[in-house]
Nanobody
Framework: QVQVVESGGGLVQAGGSLRLSCAAS?????????MGWFRQAPGKEREFVAA????????YYADSVKGRFAISRGNAKNTVYLQMNTLKPEDTAVYYC?????????????????WGQGTQVTVSS
């Protein structure tokens, strides 16, 4: 089993920044896992935000966050970060971290095996 825990959410004014962290652990977790961030706003479906492959050499972003958000992996490889800059009110959502046992990152939530509980991000106008 793999546990995924997010942290770093909060309330920020429009134009501000937040950094989300995610740590994965467990007997079956491998540093070969790809990791991704998704978000879900009230009344909307869960949507892809960003993903990173196992080595950190490839990253993918939703068009809505490209140029503002950056995903990265920690040195320990079981941690992943989402640096969010120039935040907008429409970025308000619960942000979820997910782990994919395959090494290649994808944008499809169905491909991810393990999910965190989510962390709330609220951007005020």
């Amino acid at each position: 089993q793999v546990q995924v825990v997010e942290s770093g959410g909060g309330l920020v004014q429009a134009g501000g920044s937040l950094r989300l962290s995610c740590a994965a652990s467990g007997r079956t977790f491998s540093n070969n896992y790809a990791m991704g961030w998704f978000r879900q706003a009230p009344g909307k479906e869960r949507e892809f935000v960003a993903a990173i492959n196992w080595s950190g050499s490839r990253t993918y972003y939703a068009d809505s966050v490209k140029g503002r958000f950056a995903i990265s992996r920690g040195n320990a490889k079981n941690t992943v970060y989402l640096q969010m800059n120039t935040l907008k009110p429409e970025d308000t959502a619960v942000y979820y971290c997910a782990a994919d046992s395959r090494a290649i990152a994808t944008m499809n939530p169905i491909d991810y095996d393990y999910w965190g509980q989510g962390t709330q991000v609220t951007v005020s106008s």
